[in-house]
């Protein structure tokens, strides 16, 4: 299934695919077209969809319209144990009637696969795992962690085309999760199987995808790479869902190259607009506590925008240190910067200055 | 402050210790004269003897009223299990109109009066003509035991994590397969502890079983119950002794049983 372009064929191919429990809509109409080995992440907020779409793809609910098309074959009529998918769930779903072998070996008899290749791929994806020597035990008897490797590898060990995660780490803790994303990612580069990952963890999202689709209010607000969802955020929802943020109200008040930002009565700023905002229009203004610096008196960058303040308290957090500023326009702001010597013992109280280049600013209409 | 706790704590012992005594009892009086040495019912008993229990081998109609009993109590199980277990399942996982209904209808047995299900089995019984005691009786003590099988078995199934029968769908099992591979196996505890619950009461069960027996079928009990009515043999107490040990006996299977499920 590749196309003359010469480009990989989508693996998921879904058009306005909706949900309704009822009078409730539980997914909005969607579109999305995942490309085979990709490893796409679902990002939201809880009770934003991110189930439903999931449900939907593995045929575990029914949609109210639209369609699905799985490598090439259209599904939505097909019932979940025909689609040949795999899934990895929040608390692991391993059978605890069966040892760790029996679990992976559930969907190979299912596949009526000769016994001898059984223990063959069993013990094959047990390494893959790393995870040699547990085949004998119960999933219980493992930790979380392994339990939740156990099920990946009861779902790579019948080599779906895709495999489907729904928050498979969210039972875990931080450290771990860490571990895992790694290991997820890992498995994901040898074997080239596509992924479709559910968090509301954007860092996980930030660390794992190809691509991020970022779910709100039971629809897709934006959908590209982490890149751009950080960097370039089409809304103020994916500009304050992912990463820190600063949002300032701010107006057009004049258009060009880059165009002129109002904050306040006396405040204003450059910035480059992505749109074509006519003078007047409302919204906020994106700042990253990376992109800004704390200025001490007349040390402002040609060029650079600057609004002034003063220090309400600066936290050293190691390498990085972030100073809180309030605005005089009483705006609160974020800074982050590298820990500096010269910065870190400032008074709070202290009058200070704001500064950013224009590129770094983003104005995102109300 | 202190004392006045533990004053409590000894009145509440005291209190429990009774209620135990009340409960318990009658059961062990019972167990001690049917180890008497008396032909008549005496407490305390003059000596040790396994005398009523040999008389209860040897006198006539106890053993075959206990093998009826026995068989009465195996088939009802089995037939209460067979209509039981699917029924707690579509109740459980099924979402179907009328559900809540029909579990309320399954359960109805145990809220009519005994009296009344027995006089209605019986009446039932005669319009259709079904003569065969023993059938009868299998017939009866099914419908009597079901609802404690559906109770049982529908509390299992909750417990069961329906994101297991999930995966294995997704992993492409059928319905068949989810069942036989996935419910079943974590259920079998549950029917295990429903069967031999279902068995007890079968086996001790007697206001329905008066109503629906033939008069040549006579269960344990039924003939327990007649008996006393001519006299009061000591024999009784050695029956009971029996049918209070296998009740333990059973309980602690169950208990055996469902502990292991847990730790599963
Ligand atoms: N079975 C259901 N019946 C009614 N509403 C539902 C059902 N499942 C999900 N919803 C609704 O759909 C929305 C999306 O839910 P979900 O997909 O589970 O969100 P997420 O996984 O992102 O937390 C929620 O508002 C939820 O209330
Ligand atoms: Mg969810």
Redesign the interface.
Known sequence: MTDSSGAKAAMIEISGLRKDYGSVVALHDTELSVPTGEFLTLLGPSGSGKTTLLNLI???ASPTRGRIVINGRDVTEVP????????V?Q?Y?L???MTVSENIA??LE??KVPRAEIRRRVAEVLDLVRLPHVGDR?P?ELSGGQQQRISIA?CIV?KPDLILMDEPLGALDKKLREQMQLEIRRIHKELGITMLYVTHDQEEALNMSDRIMLMNARRVEQIGTPDQLYFAPRTQFAADFIGASTLLDATVAETGEPALLRLSASESCRVRLHSAAPVGTVGKLLLRPEALRLVQNGQVTAGHNVLHGHLDNTLVTGATSKHFVTLDNGATLAIQELTDPSTTRLEPGLRVQVSWPPETGRFLEN | METRISGWRIALGAVVTVILAFLLLPSLITAVISFGSSNQIVFPPTGFSLNLFRRFFAEEGWVASTWLSFRVAIWSTLLALFLGIPAAYALTRGSFPGRKILALFLLSPVMVPHVAVALALYIYFTEIRLTNGELRLVFAHAIATLPFVVVTASAGLRHI?P??E?????????RL?VLR??TL??LTPSIIASGLFAFLISFDEVVISWFVARAGDTTLPIKMFSSIQFEVSPVLAAISTMLTALSIVVCVIVATVQKEARS?
């Open positions: 593995a045929g575990m979940a144990e025909k689609r040949g998918l795999g899934m769930f608390n779903a059978m605890p009637h559930f969907p299912i596949r119960k219980k009861r019948y | 994590d994101a297991l999930r995966a294995a769908t997704v992993m492409g099992a059928s397969t591979r996935v196996p974590l599963d």
